[in-house]
T-cell receptor
Framework: EPEVTQTPSHQVTQMGQEVILRCVPI?????FYWYRQILGQKVEFLVS????????KSEIFDDQFSVERPDGSNFTLKIRSTKLEDSAMYFC???????????FGPGTRLTVL | DAKTTQPPSMDCAEGRAANLPCNHS???????VYWYRQIHSQGPQYIIH???NNETNEMASLIITEDRKSSTLILPHATLRDTAVYYC??????????FGAGTRLTVKP
């Protein structure tokens, strides 16, 4: 069964450093999403992406975040200058159509020291 | 914020049916009810969704009341592996899933 994959599973970085989290969505899916979950808190929507453009973003997704589909398979989330409060699990998801079910990856645990 | 209300926790005996309620009294006519679950810190796993009619798949059944103001997710024969946080989400476009706190289901032997 096709699934969303994410790399790395765990990323440790120093405050102020840039990180790139990578996702490979399900191959025939056209809509891509990023969510985050701070330890012990809710899963929070960050951004949705379609046709090489952001289609929706939350108030969390500020100028330090960016997303990109650099090639036909990867979907990335970049955090330009990490802060301690960016420590969280980051989940990628994809769906075939905007109204279809979203399927989530296993997540990347980001630790900012 | 999430437009649903779920009990924070529930227990269920292994092998019995687990019935997880969700209130969504402000649901609008074109909003779907989705259920996901999250086992430990894994990615949320899709379970089932519906609009008006009851739905069943290999994982669960979804019962939606006639006025659509509440629903129940039924796991017919709960196993220890079903221990997880279960999220009920209402959404029209499925573009930005708004997760609440969910119900932490503990299946006990």
């Amino acid at each position: 069964e096709p699934e969303v994959t994410q790399t790395p599973s765990h990323q440790v970085t120093q405050m102020g450093q840039e990180v790139i989290l990578r996702c490979v969505p399900i191959s025939n899916h056209l809509y891509f999403y990023w969510y985050r979950q701070i330890l012990g808190q809710k899963v929070e929507f960050l951004v949705s992406f379609y046709n090489n453009e952001i289609s929706e973003k939350s108030e969390i997704f500020d100028d330090q975040f960016s997303v990109e589909r650099p090639d036909g398979s990867n979907f990335t989330l970049k955090i330009r200058s990490t802060k301690l409060e960016d420590s969280a699990m980051y989940f990628c998801a994809s769906s075939e159509e905007i109204t279809d079910t979203q399927y989530f990856g296993p997540g990347t645990r980001l630790t900012v020291l | 914020d999430a437009k649903t209300t779920q009990p924070p926790s529930m227990d269920c005996a292994e092998g019995r049916a687990a019935n997880l309620p969700c209130n969504h009294s402000t649901i609008s006519g074109n909003e779907y009810v989705y259920w996901y679950r999250q086992i430990h810190s894994q990615g949320p796993q899709y379970i089932i969704h519906g609009l008006k009619n009851n739905e069943t798949n290999e994982m669960a059944s979804l019962i939606i009341t006639e006025d659509r103001k509440s629903s129940t997710l039924i796991l017919p024969h709960a196993t220890l592996r079903d221990t997880a946080v279960y999220y009920c989400i209402v959404t029209v476009r499925n573009n930005d899933m708004r997760f609440g706190a969910g119900t932490r289901l503990t299946v006990k032997p």
